[in-house]
C-alpha cells in the first residue's frame, strides 16, 4: 500500500523559510502524481504544487508561485517542498498526497482537486509569525 507521511513544519518568521518533506513508500510505478495541500482554519484545502513523480513535470498555484520549490528524489523516496519569503497567510497545516494511477490521466487537469488524490499523509503545521 502507498503510504505518505510529511514532516518538516514549525514556527518561521515573516521573511523565512521551511522546507517540508514527504516520505513516500510502496509505490511499484512512477505514474502517480504528489502533491502538497494546505488548509487554514476555516478555509477549505488549497492545492499548492505537484510533481510527476515519473518525469518530474512541476505545478504551482498562484498563490505560492515564485515563492516555493517542489521537487522529487527517488531514490530517497521523497518529495521536498522548499518554502521562501513566507507570509503570515502562509500560516496552514500542509499535507501531502498522492494519485490514483495516473494510467494517461493529464495531471495538470486534475492536481488542483482534492478529489484527483485517494492517499493523504498526516499534515504537519506550518506557523508563519508577523
Known amino acids: 500500500d502507498v503510504q505518505l507521511q510529511a514532516s518538516g513544519g514549525g514556527l518561521v518568521q515573516t521573511g523565512g523559510s521551511l522546507r517540508l518533506s514527504c516520505a513516500t513508500s510502496g509505490f511499484e510505478i512512477d505514474d502517480y502524481g504528489i502533491a502538497w495541500f494546505r488548509q487554514a482554519p476555516g478555509k477549505k484545502r488549497e492545492a499548492i504544487s505537484c510533481?510527476?513523480?515519473?518525469?518530474?513535470?512541476?505545478y504551482y498555484s498562484d498563490s505560492v508561485k515564485g515563492r516555493f520549490t517542489i521537487s522529487k528524489d527517488n531514490a530517497k523516496n521523497t518529495v521536498d517542498l522548499q518554502m521562501n519569503s513566507l507570509k503570515p497567510e502562509d500560516t496552514a497545516l500542509y499535507y501531502c498526497?498522492?494519485?490514483?494511477?495516473?494510467?494517461?490521466?493529464?495531471?495538470?487537469?486534475?492536481?488542483?482537486?482534492?478529489?484527483?488524490?485517494?492517499?493523504w499523509g498526516q499534515g504537519t503545521l506550518v506557523t508563519v509569525s508577523s
Open positions: 498526497a498522492s494519485t490514483r494511477p495516473l494510467r494517461g490521466a493529464l495531471l495538470g487537469r486534475i492536481w488542483s482537486w482534492p478529489e484527483s488524490f485517494d492517499v
Open positions: 510533481i510527476n513523480k515519473r518525469d518530474g513535470t512541476t
